[in-house]
C-alpha cells in the first residue's frame, strides 16, 4: 500500500501513552485509524440492514455478542 506523510495535531496526553506503548508512533496510528474506519463502515452497514430489515431483535443481538465473543453457552441460549 503506498503511503503518504501527513501532520495532525495530537493531545500530547496521547502521544505520551502511545510512545508507552510502541516505538512506532505512525505504525500506531494507521492501526487506529484503519480500525476506526472499519467501525464506521460497519455502523453504516448495520444501520442500513436496519433500514430495510427493521431493527435487530435481542435474540439477534445476542447470538452476534455470543458470536463475538466467542461464548459458545450466549450463542445456545440465543438460538
Known sequence: MATKK???????ELVEAARGLTD?????ATEALASRIRRELLAEDLRRHQEEH????????????????????AEQEAA
Open 6 to 12: 501527513i501532520t495532525i495535531t495530537v493531545p500530547e
Open 24 to 28: 512506532n508512533i505512525s505504525g500506531f
Open 54 to 73: 427493521g431493527a435487530f431483535t435481542e435474540e439477534e443481538l445476542a447470538e452476534a455478542f455470543a458470536r463475538l465473543t466467542g461464548d459458545d453457552e
